[in-house]
């Protein structure tokens, strides 16, 4: 918020990858393949007067992905960008949540786009640049073009207990005129000089359904095992409803609702199903002088509905430093805690401090 292939614990040295977890390893070594590029006719005019022909890839977080063929990919912010043309239907979304899609037609004024919806009836609509927080190209491209995604490595080593840890992360993201999904993975293996192995595997993939303004649908789905807490295997899907609190070129904060179905198995224990409202938010601030900071989090809290006085939490806090373009260090501490665990003297709560390096695409 996996199999029988993944053992319950493993006491030896060597670390086995569970077959159903081959796709978070394809995800990390992945790299998008060369694609055919959109045309690159869009224009660009800087406040001082600087004229830029190109194609427009996303517009987050105060900065413009801009792709041209004599300079590669340059990133321009978004304050310093005065006019924009595009034959591209863009997706461009406003603080407020108003959402406008069309091309871009030239515009007689600095810092004002002219929204053209493809129909002949209307006239293109005036929007303020500063106003827009988000751009994105929808139609045309291969579906390649259309992904984002990231993936990250760790590993710690501790010479006094011979402990060992490492850590694999990765995931992939889409976005449409109406909808967006996102799929992540995680994984982390620990032992240490007694021999023990720990195993976390997490995969977690979430859709929404976009409404007027900041409102959204939700469904999610996921696989989560943990031998710390002798969870073997966790399956939850479910539903419910999210808005948008701040969206700003700096900012973002959101949260929502729902219900979820979760299937357990710990170890020595029966299999348990339950049904848990869910309430969660998540959050990220981002600077774009240097050093290029994202500082994130989520945390989700699901009472049981069907098990009384029982209520799980998940948490994450991440620093995302970028030293070179696309390539970041990024710092996270993650934590679970379960108030009633299934399995009498099993461990309430788990934590970790995880340190990595990741690529993002």
Request: charged share 25%.
């Amino acid at each position: 918020m996996q199999t029988n292939a993944i053992a319950a614990r493993s006491r030896a040295r060597a670390w086995p990858v569970p077959p159903a977890w081959t796709a978070l390893l394809l995800i990390w070594v992945w790299m998008p393949l060369a694609a055919l590029a959109a045309p690159k006719t869009d224009v660009i005019v800087l406040v001082n007067g600087d004229r830029l022909t190109g194609e427009i890839k996303s517009l987050e977080h105060n900065r413009l992905k801009f792709s041209t063929d004599h300079m590669g990919t340059v990133y321009i912010e978004w304050d310093k960008v005065a006019r924009v043309q595009s034959d591209q239907y863009l997706l461009l979304e406003r603080e407020d949540g108003l959402r406008y899609y069309g091309q871009l037609r030239p515009s007689t004024e600095d810092g004002r786009l002219q929204v053209d919806r493809g129909d002949t009836r209307t006239t293109p609509e005036n929007v303020a640049m500063a106003s827009v927080v988000r751009a994105v190209p929808i139609e045309g491209g291969e579906f390649i073009d259309r992904l984002d995604g990231y993936v990250s490595a760790g590993l710690d080593i501790a010479k006094a207990n011979d402990r060992r840890s490492v850590d694999f992360a990765g995931g992939l993201s889409s976005r449409t005129r109406k909808r967006e999904w996102a799929l992540d993975g995680s994984m982390n293996l620990t032992d240490d000089d007694s021999g023990e192995t720990s195993e976390r595997y997490q995969a977690d993939f979430q859709y929404r359904q976009f409404r007027e303004r900041r409102d959204f649908y939700l469904g999610f789905g996921g696989l989560s095992r943990n031998t710390e807490l002798d969870l073997n295997l966790r399956t939850l899907v479910g539903g419910g409803y999210g808005r948008y609190f701040v969206q700003t070129n700096t900012a973002d904060w959101l949260g929502g609702f729902g219900l979820a179905y979760s299937n357990e198995h710990y170890t020595g224990s029966e299999k348990l199903n339950s049904l848990e409202a869910v309430f969660y938010t998540q959050f990220s601030i981002f600077r774009y002088d240097f050093p290029e900071t994202d500082i994130g989090g989520t945390l989700s809290l699901l009472p049981s509905l069907t098990e009384s006085g029982r209520y799980r939490a998940e948490g994450d806090l991440h620093a995302k430093y970028e030293f070179v373009d696309d390539l970041y260090f990024e710092l996270r501490l993650w934590g679970s805690f379960d108030s009633e665990p299934p399995t009498a003297g099993a461990t309430r709560s788990d934590y970790g401090l995880v340190t990595s390096l990741g690529y993002s695409f």
